[in-house]
């Protein structure tokens, strides 16, 4: 799935117990952190631009932070940061392997690729998780999955007075808590 559908899946995720900001800050993370290892398509385009031909993204993506041992040493460090709480351990890695769970289901290429996720690396680099009726990347599923967790969001919004753009600006959260307020969205 894109960014956007992760990261929408994963602050619900943060969601479904009562948790403080910064515990649903680190867990919606988790569920962005495996798409890390992704980072090389602004490299090789940086590169195509300089008039350079590098392939950092296909080496790399699925690869090196898709795996369970990333998923297992990120929820420690939430749970860590977060105050040693065992919620935020189990929850940083649902939202990891929901990730890992939409990837497998909606991420084949145009050309096909099924992106396999070697999720025992670095132990176990040859067993991979693929599925054979993984959907494409641009499918209307994923659209109708994004859709479908943005009006949970909202919902969440409505009655529990937080949004998602928690994760970007506290300031613009209290902005848009103000108007939702005064348009009666806030349900109180
Ligand atoms: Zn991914």
Not at 8 to 26: C, E, G, P, Q, Y
Not at 150 to 169: D, P
């Amino acid at each position: 799935m894109s960014p956007g559908q992760h990261f929408i899946i994963s602050w619900v995720t943060a969601n479904t117990v009562s948790l403080d900001r910064k515990s649903r800050i680190f867990i919606t993370l988790s569920g962005l952190i495996p798409d890390v290892d992704g980072i090389g398509y602004i490299v090789d385009r940086v590169a195509a631009y300089l008039g350079s031909s590098t392939t950092y993204y296909e080496d790399f993506h699925h690869i090196y932070t898709h795996n369970l041992l990333t998923g297992l040493v990120f929820a420690i460090i939430c749970s860590i940061i977060c105050g040693k709480r065992m919620v935020v351990f189990w929850l940083s890695l649902l939202a990891f392997h929901l990730h890992l769970l939409c990837d497998i289901a909606g991420a084949r290429g145009p050309d096909g690729d099924q992106w396999p996720i070697p999720y025992f690396y670095p132990f176990l680099p040859d067993i991979q998780l693929v599925w054979s009726g993984q959907w494409e990347l641009s499918s209307w599923i994923n659209s109708a999955f994004g859709i479908s967790f943005f009006i949970i969001a909202l919902i969440i919004a409505r009655y529990r007075h937080v949004t998602f753009f928690e994760l970007f600006s506290l300031r613009f959260e209290k902005l848009v808590g103000e108007v939702a307020t005064r348009r009666g969205f806030f349900k109180s």
